[in-house]
């Protein structure tokens, strides 16, 4: 499987910005799809995913702000983030999971006060 990520970029605080990551190779045996990040100094944390039923799972922190949807193929995800913080600045990596985990390059995003 490989994870191609797209999306970051700078905004300022109360600004959105959607990512999108677009899986090849294996497709058919992702089962779970999700966003991670991490930030300068810190561990890289789970941010949201969603199952291949439909199911998804939030970052307490972002509940209510981002949203995560697979595309109509799903073999694609993207996040919806609005009303971003500055705690919310990170370089964001796409996952998938099948059979162990599997990463995009990270996709970096500013949010300034």
């Known amino acids: 499987v490989q994870l191609q990520a797209s999306g970051g970029g700078s905004v300022q605080a109360g600004g959105s910005l959607t990512l999108s990551c677009a899986a090849s190779?294996?497709?058919?045996?992702?089962?779970?799809m999700g966003w991670y990040r991490q930030a300068p100094g810190k561990e890289r944390e789970q941010v949201a995913y969603i199952t291949s039923g439909g199911s998804t799972n939030y970052k307490d922190s972002v509940r209510g702000r981002f949203i995560i949807a697979r595309g109509s193929t799903k073999n694609t995800v993207s996040l919806q983030m609005s009303d971003l913080k500055p705690e919310d600045t990170a370089v964001y990596y796409c996952?998938?999971?099948?059979?162990?985990?599997?990463w995009g390059k990270g996709t970096l995003v500013t949010v300034s006060s």
């Open positions: 996952n998938a999971k099948s059979g162990g985990d599997y």
């Open positions: 190779g294996n497709r058919l045996s992702i089962n779970v």
